[in-house]
Structure formats: C-alpha cells, structure tokens
C-alpha cells in the first residue's frame, strides 16, 4: 500500500459525502446534504488528474445531480455488488485494483475497501470498517472526510501544492 501509486479515488455516497441520513420531504422527495469542503476537494484532486467517482448501492437523481455538478467521471448507483463494479472501473481506466483508493463508512464497502490499494473511512465509520481502513479521516462523513483524503493522498504525492496553486496568495 503506497499513496504514491494512488492513480484513482472511489466513494460510496451516505455515510461518506453525507452525514448518512435519509431525509425526504412530505412528496416523498430524496434531500441530502453535501460539503463544500468535499467539493472543491474533487476538484483539487480532479486538477491534477486524479479520477474520481462514485460506487453506491442507493439510487438517487440527488446523486446524479451532485456527481454532474462535480463533473465526476464515475457514477455508479444501484451498485449491489460494489466490489465488481470496482474491478470493472479499474480495468476500465487500464489501472490496478492497488492504483485506487476507496473510501467507505459500513460493511457493504468491507469487500471494496479489502481490495483497494489504500482503504480509508471517515471517522464515523462502522468499527469494523475503521479497523480495516489504512486511514481514518479526523472528520466525519459529509463533514469533509473525503476532503481529508484527498489531501492525504496529493500531499504525500507532491502535489498539494500544485492543487491549489492560484487559489492562495
């Protein structure tokens, strides 16, 4: 396990990006709440050609809209199987399974979060989840954990700096 050999990031979505909390409004209507921490975190990340995507086993056109928003160039939703579906998005972009890096908070992620080449979850993660991650974000999901990653993973790259070149001044 080398975060210098981190090629590609993949999430799951509740619990990770959001607090894990399903709210719906009286229409029956999906609302989720996104940090914006994470937000310009993938766009740090996706400046410097880290890929990024999403793995989640709900469905939600809340989702999509986040993942478009993010110009992400994975989604996969409805993903029952994830660790298929994170084999196949491996091959897909001719990487290893050692070339990405996932980041999961319950056991639905245990078998992705296995064979990824660096296993992370945010600090509210399931016991068994954090006993098995590589990294366990100071932050909680949808507060910015995926935000920590990143900045984990471009920093022990060299290129934090590079990321956010412009934005300091």
């Known amino acids: 396990m080398s975060l210098h050999d981190i090629r590609m990031l993949l999430m799951d979505v509740d619990g990770v990006l959001t607090n894990g909390q399903l709210i719906f409004d009286a229409d029956g209507r999906e609302l989720k709440a996104f940090s914006a921490y994470d937000g310009l975190g993938l766009a740090l990340a996706r400046r410097v050609g880290l890929i990024c995507g999403i793995i989640t086993a709900r469905t939600s056109s809340v989702v999509a809209h986040r993942a478009a928003e993010l110009k992400l160039p994975e989604l996969h939703q409805g993903a029952h199987d994830k660790l298929a579906v994170f084999e196949?998005?491996?091959?897909?972009?001719?990487?290893?399974?050692?070339?990405?890096?996932?980041?999961g908070d319950d056991w639905t992620d245990l078998p992705v979060l296995r064979r990824a080449g660096f296993a992370a979850c945010p600090a509210n993660a399931v016991a068994e989840v954090r006993a098995c991650a590589h990294f366990v974000t100071p932050r909680s999901g949808g507060h910015g954990a995926v935000r920590d990653l990143i900045e984990l993973i471009l920093k022990a790259q060299g290129r934090w700096e590079e990321a956010v070149r412009g934005y300091s001044t």
């Open 88 to 103: 196949e998005v491996c091959r897909k972009h001719q990487l290893k399974t050692s070339e990405a890096a996932f980041i």
